[in-house]
């Protein structure tokens, strides 16, 4: 099997769900923007040399519906002969897109794959659409969506502490390189102190820390 190595890693700044920096921003842009600024992070990488690109999305209706990683990859300028797919696992969307593409690179099957992800809770709220089939109440109980529940559940199951969850929470940012993962994330992982972002039907938004 073929090694698998992520080369680059770059997210967008987070904005409250409703009334944030992003009420404005379609949540294709701000896909397209990250691939962009993947590609010009990465000068000797041809967007040309893509074998597909994987992007996690739970909500996929609205503005994120109609496969939105082709979409973004298509404003983002990516040539058209590279494929994009939207992966959906729900809550694990994103990390199933990771999985996808280091499958695909693993058994040989491209060299080269884009993964990311976006939910735009302000423009497509979760429970947006949601109709499940009524006939689910017959084998699956009515709570058993919610994802508290689940956690209660798994927890009660593997004898996992509050104290055990929240110490795996915070291990994840404090071995961030061993930097402090707050100074790491402003000086990387974000857009510069004021980045532009271009839209496709409007000026484009500058964002400032």
């Known amino acids: 099997m073929e090694q698998v190595v992520i080369v680059d890693a770059i997210r967008t700044p987070m904005g409250r769900s409703k009334g944030g920096a992003f009420r404005h921003v379609r949540a294709e842009d701000l896909s397209a923007h990250l691939m962009r ?20 999305c739970v909500q996929q209706t609205l ?11 298509l404003l983002a300028e990516i040539p ?20 996808d593409a280091a499958r695909m690179i ?5 060299s080269v794959c884009l993964i990311g992800g976006v939910e735009h809770m302000g423009h497509v709220p979760m429970s947006h659409g949601v109709d499940f089939h009524p ?28 104290e055990m969850q929240d110490q795996f929470a915070a291990r994840s ?34 964002m400032t820390r």
């Open 106 to 110: 693993m058994t040989g099957d491209a």
């Open 37 to 56: 600024s993947l590609l010009s992070r990465n000068p000797s990488l041809e967007a040309s040399a893509i074998d597909d690109i994987y992007w996690g």
């Open 173 to 206: 940012p404090r071995s961030c390189l061993g930097r402090n993962p707050v100074r790491r994330i402003q000086s990387g992982d974000y857009p510069p102190p004021a980045a532009t972002m271009p839209m496709a039907y409007s000026s484009p938004l500058t």
């Open 63 to 73: 503005e994120q519906g109609f496969n939105i990683a082709r979409n973004a990859a």
């Open 135 to 162: 006939g689910l109440s017959r084998n699956v109980a009515k709570a058993a969506g919610m994802m508290g529940l689940t956690a209660e559940m798994l927890a009660r199951l593997h004898g996992i502490s509050r």
């Open 80 to 99: 058209h002969s590279v494929p994009a797919n939207t992966v959906n696992r729900l809550c694990g969307s994103s990390m199933q897109a990771l999985h």
